[in-house]
């Protein structure tokens, strides 16, 4: 098998995700319509494959329990859609904060190899203080929940979730959390089996023999762009503090011409007219820069948190295919172990060693044969049952490994 060939299951590419086709951009009112188009069977298969259209929309947020201490939020979610797992056209949900969360940390389990969009952390200073139920901070937070179910819907594999189409269309939302805690849909990994390659597994410090230059040339394109929102965020601060400086001389400039309309009584109305003009206009901008740095700076701070869900998933892949390299390494060994006990039976005075066994492997049965470590077939036998039952368990933890 070649090792390359592992990942070819998963749709890593994004060449072709840049921007859906136009049709499915622009749905019907009704939510009906082409949407995305699905490739044909025969295609490639790590193309993008798009099965129709999901479009949530997060709103109408509304404090419930208002007035006690367990008061919370919850958000009116609605979708149209026309994929064929969800039998309305249109959806209409309640949701709670806790319940995104739930959303996003079990999509993360369920489809390791896909980017599932980041959530506006709870570790806030609004937490701290109390503001949590403000105004400003409800509408910033709706906007990230509405970019946040965006991003799901845009994801070719997480809009076909069984979990997405039981969070925008149940009603028992509850049962359904529970349910999915006890029949998870990626079965745990053996972890007894994973113990018992403890020893050939690979560390921290190991790095992958045959990288994949699509996923080289991804982790360039996330260092560039992280770079690029780094220096964007540090240029605004300086144009934000230049604006800052710019309003204060403005109003300095103001009290400067107020004062001189004091001085020259002939012109001191229209003095005191352009003394006026110049302190709205100070403090217009500077209203005008603390409104506009927020909403920016958050917004790069989103996107910088969802560059690094990318970068995780690359380095998850990354691990895996380490993962199966020592694995595919491992199985080899205890392979050409297997075939050589097996060859044994056939190795008589002074017989050739078998075709792909080597010399060293035939000068190591000799020695001990004259030794007496292996002193009859039946030792061979169990020892060749033992290392079968190995290779089904590594091929088995193999596979999952390829499969993640």
Same mark, same amino acid.
């Given at each position: 098998m070649n090792d390359n060939e592992v990942f070819e299951s998963v749709a890593w590419e994004s060449e072709n995700f840049a921007s859906p086709p136009a049709a499915a951009q622009q749905p019907t009112a009704s939510g009906s319509g082409a949407g995305y188009p699905a490739h044909d069977a025969g295609g490639d298969p790590s193309e993008i494959k798009w099965e129709g259209y999901l479009i949530p929309l997060v709103s109408d947020p509304i404090k419930e329990l208002e007035g006690t201490k367990d008061m919370y939020v919850s958000y009116k979610v609605t979708a149209k859609t026309n994929l064929p797992a969800y039998s309305q056209s249109e959806t209409s949900t309640r949701r709670r904060f806790q319940d995104f969360t739930f959303l996003r940390e079990h999509l993360s389990k369920d489809f390791p190899a896909c980017v599932v969009p980041p959530l506006p952390g709870k570790h806030r200073l609004e937490y701290v203080t109390g503001d949590r139920f403000s105004h400003e901070f409800i509408e910033r937070r709706k906007e990230d929940l509405q970019r946040f179910m965006e991003r799901l819907a845009h994801h070719p594999t997480l809009q076909r979730s069984k979990l997405l189409r039981d969070f925008l269309t149940s009603t028992e939302w509850t049962v359904q959390m529970h349910a999915h805690l006890a029949h998870p849909p990626v079965p745990d990994a053996g972890g007894s089996i994973l113990e018992n390659l403890s020893d050939t597994l690979i560390n921290a410090f190991s790095r992958v023999r045959k990288p994949d230059e699509r996923f080289l040339d991804m982790r360039d394109g996330l260092d560039k762009f992280e770079e690029g929102l780094v220096g964007t965020e540090r240029g605004w601060n300086r144009v934000n503090n230049k604006m800052g400086d710019l309003s204060g001389d403005y109003h300095d400039m103001a009290v400067s011409v107020q004062g001189l309309g004091f001085l020259e009584s002939g012109i001191t109305e229209p003095l005191n007219r352009f003394s006026n003009v110049l302190l709205d206009f100070s403090t217009h901008l500077k209203s005008n820069s603390e409104q506009s740095t927020g909403p920016f700076i958050?917004? #790069?701070?989103?996107?910088?948190?969802?560059?690094?869900?990318?970068?995780a998933v690359l380095k998850l892949r990354d691990q895996k295919q380490?993962?199966?390299?020592?694995? !595919?390494?491992?199985?080899?060994?205890?392979?050409?172990?297997?075939? =050589?006990? $097996? $060859? =044994?039976?056939?190795?008589?005075?002074?017989?050739?060693?078998?075709?792909?066994?080597?010399?060293? $492997?035939?000068?190591?049965? =000799? #020695?001990?044969?004259?030794?007496? !470590? #292996?002193?009859d077939d039946k030792t061979r036998v169990e020892k060749k049952k033992?290392?079968?039952? =190995?290779?089904?368990? #590594?091929?088995?933890? $193999?596979?999952?490994?390829s499969y993640l």
């Open positions: 958050h917004n #790069v701070h989103s996107l910088l948190a969802y560059s690094q869900i990318n970068r380490l993962d199966f390299e020592e694995l !595919t390494e491992y199985l080899s060994q205890i392979s050409l172990e297997r075939d =050589r006990l $097996a $060859a =044994r039976s056939g190795l008589g005075g002074g017989a050739a060693p078998p075709s792909g066994l080597g010399l060293g $492997a035939y000068i190591r049965d =000799r #020695v001990e044969a004259i030794r007496g !470590t #292996v002193d033992k290392l079968d039952q =190995r290779i089904k368990e #590594v091929g088995v933890f $193999a596979n999952f490994v």
